[in-house]
């Protein structure tokens, strides 16, 4: 017999209408880049440029204020979602539905939260906070080449020392987690443009229930199919009792679909499927992160939520040419008529970018600037593969230990005698004109230019005047040598790029 499920919140409400598409050592280096791993890549921005259509951004979303926010839990200690530390004193807790404690919040969860935040301090206050997994059931398959698990018909892609495992920090890489056949396994990730889904934790159990969440495509008297994302090619066939579905669904809504047990020739038979509502109300300022599974920057969809930008979206962390398919990233702004967020601001969840000849490279990994990063299986090559002395210029991201991993290597040619570095500044000295980004201090002389960059204009400033718009590990900087010999160098170049 199907179910239609209508749980209550502690505050009256139903849940469906709480809740949406879920999706989730001390060296001073390691600091360094564990500031770039919580998000904390905000800078002063003005207008800039971007992709039209749609209900685009009327204006800047207030920085302080209530919101829904929807990611990935990257921190403890309080609870770090989307670069911002919320205070959970006072809030409701909920763990799949369950009443839950803050200690019940694991690193690697996808939540949602709802209270304000303060985009200025990075700080907020948590009135309620709904963990909430992506898909849970038996591993039917195990792919330790491409660090995969089948659960439930999708592919769910693991990366090595970026997924929680087990919730153990010592289970780093996928055959570490030793992943059986028939193991039951929890699922927290977002839906990827690969029609799968990135895992940000997976946890091991020796018992549970079988659920999948997904969109409704295929919808007929008797069975429809669930797909990731909405459009997507099904992943798995649900088979219902014809009219016990809940009223309003159709294709494409966002859906749970319970069952007695596991897939059997990509199919269940539904136990439960209970309607998703929005994440919001219209109006109603919402930040979900996610990878961008299909649109274009007028319009795409990230983590099953859909986002249409204006030409005053405002980009962090890097510029509107950096958006990409298969990219990771948070879109911030108010719901719109239709349900997308009108986009006030799109932050990259990878701000670091490197520029220069690669050299040591190996199908697994390059050395750029001195610095060697990591090459996986969910790293886009852009005319490549990469040979030694291309000049390559690399978007990576830190690991949990500091290292970096390539999200994006764009092989540019032959070997070039120039370079950059950008990240995050984590001290700044205006007196003596130095910087340093990435553990990596660099020098400036009376030849510098420094510059503050938007979409139409760049504009030639004092050292003084841009010093005083640096907020340490905040403040993103490029810095350029031209020619490149050594990076004790002096720098040819510093430039704040306000978003375009």
């Known amino acids: 017999m199907l179910t239609i499920g209508k749980e209550i919140s502690p505050s009256g409400r139903p849940i469906s209408a ?49 919101a829904v926010s929807q990611g990935t839990i990257t921190a403890k200690g309080s609870v770090f979602v989307n670069g911002i530390e919320y205070s959970t004193t006072g809030a409701t807790i909920r763990i799949d539905d369950n009443p839950g404690i803050e200690s019940d919040l694991k690193v690697g969860m996808v939540v949602r939260v709802r209270g304000t935040s303060d985009d200025s301090t990075k700080k907020g206050t948590a009135t309620l906070l709904e963990a909430r997994d992506i898909l849970e059931g038996t591993i039917s398959n195990v792919n330790a080449g491409a660090g995969t698990i089948t659960v439930m018909g999708q592919t769910v892609r693991i990366e090595d020392n970026m997924t929680r495992l087990n919730d153990d920090d ?21 839906a990827d443009d690969q029609g799968g889904l990135r895992a940000t934790r997976v946890l091991r159990k020796a018992t549970g229930e079988f659920e999948s969440k997904g969109f409704v495509t295929g919808l007929g008297a008797t069975s429809f199919g669930l797909s990731p994302t909405p459009g997507g090619a099904a992943v798995l066939t649900v088979n219902f009792t ?22 059997v020739g990509g199919a269940v038979t539904a136990t439960l499927v209970h309607l998703e509502d929005r994440i919001g109300a219209a109006g109603e300022k919402v930040e979900v992160e996610g990878i961008v599974s299909s649109g274009t920057l007028a319009s795409f969809v990230v983590n099953g939520q859909q986002v ?37 601001k799109i932050s990259f969840r ?50 949990r230990d500091g290292n970096l991993i390539a999200q994006r290597i764009v ?29 990596t201090t660099v020098v400036s002389n009376g030849t510098t230019e420094w510059r503050v960059s938007s979409t139409s204009t760049e504009v030639p400033v004092t050292r003084a005047a841009f010093f005083a718009q640096i907020k340490t590990n905040v403040t993103v900087v490029k810095v350029k040598w031209d020619p490149f010999t050594l990076v004790t160098a002096p720098i040819k170049e510093a430039e704040i790029e306000l978003g375009k």
């Open 170 to 190: 010592l289970q780093k890489v996928f055959g570490n987690a030793n992943f059986q056949v028939n193991d039951h396994v929890e699922v927290h990730g977002f």
């Open 411 to 439: 092989v540019q040619g032959a070997s070039d005698n120039k370079a950059f570095l950008q990240g995050p500044v984590t001290a700044a000295d205006g007196t003596a004109g130095t910087l340093t980004i990435l553990g």
């Open 308 to 344: 249409v930008t204006s030409p005053s979206t405002l980009y962090e962390g890097g510029l509107s040419s950096d958006f990409a398919i298969g990219v990771k990233l948070e879109a911030e702004g108010p719901l719109d008529a239709n349900g997308a967020i009108a986009a006030t």
């Open 242 to 263: 014809a009219g016990s579905l809940p009223a309003g669904t159709v294709n494409g809504s966002f859906v749970e679909v319970k069952s007695a047990a596991a897939a």
């Open 18 to 66: 709480l809740r949406t598409c879920d999706r989730f050592s001390n060296t001073p280096l390691k600091r360094i880049i564990q500031t770039a791993f919580l998000g904390c890549v905000g800078v002063v921005l003005v207008a800039c440029g971007g992709g039209g259509g749609g209900s685009g951004g009327t204006g800047a979303t207030p920085a302080t204020g209530a």
């Open 350 to 399: 990878s701000n670091i970018k490197i520029e220069d000849d690669a050299s040591a490279v190996t199908a697994t990994s390059l050395t750029v600037l001195g610095r060697s990063v990591a090459i996986n299986q969910f790293t886009r090559i852009d005319n490549g593969p990469p040979a030694n002395t291309n000049h390559v210029e690399v978007r990576a991201a830190p690991d």
